[in-house]
């Protein structure tokens, strides 16, 4: 499972990068259908993504963003950003 988590943190940090940048273009272009079409399809996929992602390995976030199973998850480590791929957590 450890090759599916690592997957999934590399798509949501890469979807994550092109959204934000898309994000910031229309911060100086609102009327760019195109790039507010790209943007809002990045939307669609990060949330799929993270969903995926919480689903199967826990929150990537806390404070009301994600639900949780039973025990509470968020203190399950490695959290999101401990991740090292070199050691596998």
Same mark, same amino acid.
């Given at each position: $499972?450890? %090759?599916?988590? #690592? !997957?999934? *943190?590399?798509?949501?940090?890469?979807?994550?990068?092109?959204?934000? #940048?898309?994000?910031?273009?229309?911060?100086s272009?609102? +009327?760019?259908?195109?790039?507010?079409?790209? /943007?809002?399809?990045?939307?669609?996929? *990060? $949330?799929? *993504?993270?969903? #995926? /992602?919480?689903?199967?390995?826990?929150?990537?976030?806390?404070? %009301?963003?994600? /639900? !949780?199973?039973?025990?509470w998850? =968020?203190?399950? +480590?490695? =959290?999101?950003? #401990?991740?090292? !791929?070199?050691? %596998? /957590?």
């Amino acid at each position: $499972m450890t %090759g599916l988590r #690592e !997957s999934l *943190l590399n798509q949501i940090r890469a979807v994550e990068f092109a959204t934000l #940048e898309l994000n910031l273009f229309l911060n100086s272009h609102p +009327d760019n259908q195109h790039a507010l079409r790209d /943007y809002n399809n990045h939307v669609r996929q *990060l $949330m799929a *993504l993270k969903n #995926e /992602y919480e689903r199967n390995f826990g929150p990537l976030i806390n404070f %009301g963003f994600g /639900y !949780s199973r039973c025990p509470w998850q =968020w203190i399950n +480590d490695p =959290w999101p950003w #401990e991740y090292d !791929s070199g050691r %596998g /957590y």
